[in-house]
């Protein structure tokens, strides 16, 4: 079992950045590390992934350039790092991880362990 514990979320302005942590209860370097966002109302959405051991990073089309996943596995946290922010930026980020490679990194039922989640409220 691996535990997930998401933070950094908040109420922002738009045009601010801001760094989402995950910290995980155990060592993830075999797992493809992966953030979703989830708006109200709204499907869960793949927001960008980082394969195992951080080899390669991965994000949706309207994800690449503004957002930045990162890793530590040396102290288990995965992190997002947003930046401009826009109101359509707001929604439940939530954390997750699958065991090994980044193949259907974009699925959600591929994920075997998620965070709570942590709300980023983007306001203008």
């Known amino acids: 079992q691996v535990q997930l514990v998401e933070s950094g979320g908040g109420l922002v302005q738009a045009g601010e950045s801001l760094r989402l942590s995950c910290t995980a209860s155990?060592?993830?370097?075999?797992?493809?590390m992966a953030w979703f966002r989830q708006a109200s109302g709204k499907e869960r959405e793949w927001i960008a992934a980082?394969?195992?051991?951080?080899?390669?990073?991965f994000y949706a089309d309207n994800a690449r350039g503004r957002f930045a996943i990162s890793r530590n596995d040396a102290a288990n946290t995965l992190y997002l790092d947003i930046n401009t922010l826009r109101r359509e930026d707001t929604g439940v980020y939530y954390c997750?991880?699958?065991?090994?490679?980044?193949?259907?990194?974009?699925?959600?039922?591929?994920?075997?362990?998620w965070g709570q989640g942590t709300q980023v409220t983007v306001s203008s």
């Open positions: 997750a991880a699958k065991p090994g490679s980044y193949a259907g990194r974009t699925v959600t039922t591929n994920y075997h362990f």
């Open positions: 980082s394969s195992n051991a951080g080899a390669n990073s």
């Open positions: 155990t060592r993830t370097t075999t797992y493809t």
